[in-house]
């Protein structure tokens, strides 16, 4: 890994643009049975090119995890710093990377001008991690991870403010490899989405809180791929999540909350949902909208009181595998349509409390399949229902307390077959 501190820019550029990394080559890439450091001093004068000096030292004593500390110096200016290990190591770890170079950004300084200035300058495509100390910063213009493998990894107690415009508040586009590490993201009720993808794969958002925006929460389009653990979304004016244009989004550990529109929106043929371990919570619309051939997977997830249904597939393909729960939806819990395809193939599933029906397919070409049993209960109309040319298979269910009726029931050329 190679580290430099911004205590001015200049040190930085000069770093960069004098072709100095990697540091790493003072030392060597190898497993080392002590401790290396490394002294960097940089001098940079008006009119000249900057110049430096790179000398390692062996430390006396062997720490396996420990790291190196650089120290950089600029004309009229030291900065010493320590690598904080758990942070940098724990998101390297997570984003799959070894060897990179760390640029530090202070608190209380604008973030997207340091960051844009540190892709500009890079001169290979070796990883480029960013590095928030805890404290606060403001974002004037939009966050842009605009070359691959650019990683922002935020300290706990880190806060970024969006106070400008533009078309998000981090915006990723046309590149495979990125992320967010950490840190909470406050769009401060801007009406721009908080994350965009577009024509970006391979991006990785985790341990992130993402919260306040008129509109959009995360926009993924233009078959982008994102991959979410452990991020929470709240206090989205419109969609919490927009999937569309043949991208895919598989949400981990991740809450979507308090949404005024949907919890989520998928759409279009390619676009894929996955759901791991997830919750989708009070959004205003649907839980999860799935339409124009869409495709949605679930599995340890909850989509819970939603305010129209809770999930629904119009033209799209919905598969529950194990464990899930639709819960108290101010209308049907799960309603699937217009030649739908839907899927339960796994157990422990639960459809409970919904001010609707539980489970309600209607249409020709709308097919069923719940090859395992479903616990659907305490709805206040029928525990399922099947409609208009729908065509529902399944084993036997179990249906209690279902306000209107617990049997599974036809309606208008709606077929119901249970398995023994």
């Keep these: 890994m190679r580290k430099f501190e911004i205590g001015a820019t200049a040190a930085l550029v000069g770093l960069l643009a004098a072709g100095l990394v990697p540091i790493s080559q003072a030392w060597g890439e190898t497993e080392a049975t002590a401790t290396p450091t490394v002294t960097v001093t940089v001098t940079v004068t008006a009119g000249a090119s900057p110049?430096?000096?790179?000398?390692?030292?062996?430390?006396?004593?062997a720490t396996p995890q420990a790291s190196p500390t650089a120290t950089g110096t600029a004309t009229g200016e030291t900065t010493e710093t320590t690598e904080p290990v758990d942070a940098l190591t724990a998101a390297a770890a997570y984003f799959g990377i070894s060897d990179y170079t760390v640029v530090e950004v202070k608190a209380k300084s604008e973030l997207s001008a340091q960051v844009a200035q540190a892709v500009k300058q890079r001169k290979t495509l070796t990883p480029l991690v960013v590095h928030l100390a805890a404290g606060s910063y403001k974002l004037t213009a939009p966050l842009r991870l605009a070359q691959p493998s650019v990683y922002v990894v935020a300290e706990d107690g880190a806060t970024v403010t969006w106070k400008g415009k533009g078309a998000a508040m981090i915006n990723i586009a046309s590149l495979s490899g990125a992320g967010v590490y950490q840190?909470?993201?406050?769009?401060?009720?801007?009406?721009?989405?908080?994350?965009?993808?577009?024509?970006?794969?391979?991006?990785?958002?985790a341990k992130l809180s993402l919260s306040d925006v008129k509109?959009?929460?995360i926009l993924v389009t233009d078959a982008s791929e994102l991959t979410t653990d452990e991020v929470k979304?709240?206090?989205?004016?419109?969609?919490?999540?927009?999937?569309?244009?043949?991208?895919?989004?598989?949400?981990?550990?991740?809450?979507?909350?308090?949404a005024k529109g949907n919890g989520a929106s998928v759409f279009d043929k390619g676009s894929t949902l996955t759901l791991n371990d997830s919750t989708i919570s009070a959004p205003k619309g649907y839980g999860v909208a799935f339409s124009k051939k869409a495709t949605g997977v679930l599995d340890h997830s909850t989509v819970k009181n939603s305010g129209?249904?809770?999930?629904?597939?119009?033209a799209s393909t919905l598969t529950l595998k194990s464990k899930n729960t639709v819960s108290g939806s101010k209308k049907t819990g799960i309603i699937v349509s217009n030649g739908s395809k839907f899927k339960v193939t796994g157990s422990g599933n639960v459809v409970t409390k919904n001010?609707?029906?539980?489970?309600?397919?209607?249409?020709?070409?709308?097919?069923?399949?719940?090859?395992?049993?479903?616990?659907?209960?305490?709805?206040?109309?029928?525990?399922?229902?099947s409609q208009t040319g729908?065509?529902?298979?399944?084993?036997?269910?179990?249906l209690s307390g279902n306000v209107r009726g617990d049997a599974p029931r036809t309606l208008a050329g709606g077929t119901i077959t249970i398995k023994k």
């Design 51 to 61: 110049t430096a000096t790179v000398t390692p030292t062996a430390a006396a004593t």
């Design 183 to 205: 840190g909470d993201w406050d769009g401060s009720g801007g009406d721009v989405p908080l994350v965009m993808l577009k024509d970006a794969t391979g991006v990785k958002l």
């Design 215 to 217: 509109k959009y929460g």
């Design 233 to 258: 979304l709240s206090k989205t004016g419109l969609q919490g999540l927009i999937v569309s244009k043949g991208s895919k989004a598989t949400l981990g550990k991740t809450t979507v909350s308090g």
């Design 308 to 314: 129209q249904e809770g999930l629904t597939a119009n």
């Design 355 to 385: 001010k609707n029906h539980g489970l309600f397919f209607q249409n020709k070409g709308t097919t069923a399949t719940i090859s395992k049993s479903v616990k659907i209960t305490k709805n206040s109309w029928y525990g399922l229902q």
């Design 390 to 398: 729908a065509k529902v298979t399944m084993v036997k269910c179990k």
